[in-house]
């Protein structure tokens, strides 16, 4: 009688222990997402900014300086607050076997949240990977200036700033495609 009281005992303990934990998955996959969600919110309105403030800068030598800054003044900031760090572990954890993080997704949605988290963390790692192709590009450019005549240094101006144009309008669609799958993930939680 004495292992059939253990067991009642540890069943008893796992229905009340279970429930609790569902909640708190639920709550750090929420936590996770929305954290990861800030992050990239915040590393792309920085890069925007950074692009904007070029336009405000009058003379070639400033200009050249401030491209060739972008990668050490954008780059550092991605990296500072580990922006992939929680959402690749959570991807790790929906891909675990014996992880109870699907245990708190409802039964027919747990396929689908896997999926979207998988494909937040590979689409998140390739959103910081276009902001340093864009900081690179904008060194490129920085360089550039610095061997122009005032003639050229306008034309390539006027070129840089209808690049800038482009890669903000493309920043903002990769962050509005981000915050739908985030939202999209917390819907069917």
Not at 93 to 119: D, P, T
Not at 121 to 140: C, D, F, K, P
Request: net charge negative; charged share 25%; glycine share 4%.
């Amino acid at each position: 009688m004495l292992l059939l009281d253990k067991i009642v005992s540890t069943f008893s303990d796992l229905i009340i222990a279970l429930p609790a934990k569902d909640k708190a998955n639920r709550t750090e996959i929420r936590e996770v997402l929305l954290g990861v969600q800030t992050q990239m919110e915040r590393s792309i309105e920085l890069t925007i900014v950074y692009i904007n403030a070029s336009k405000q800068i009058p003379s070639s030598q400033q200009l050249s300086v401030h491209l060739k800054q972008a990668p050490s003044a954008l780059i550092g900031s991605y990296n500072e607050h580990e922006v992939c760090t929680k959402l690749y572990g959570l991807a790790d954890r929906f891909k675990s076997v014996f992880s109870s993080i699907k245990g708190s997704i409802a039964m027919g949605q747990i396929n689908a949240v896997e999926k979207l988290i998988c494909e937040l963390a590979s689409g998140e790692s390739i959103v910081i990977e276009g902001l340093r192709n864009t900081t690179e590009q904008m060194y490129l450019y920085g360089e550039e200036l610095s061997y122009l005549t005032d003639v050229e240094f306008e034309q390539k101006k006027t070129e840089i700033f209808c690049w800038q144009d482009q890669e903000c309008k493309e920043l903002r669609v990769q962050l509005n495609s981000f915050r739908a799958s985030v939202k999209d993930v917390l819907d069917r939680m």
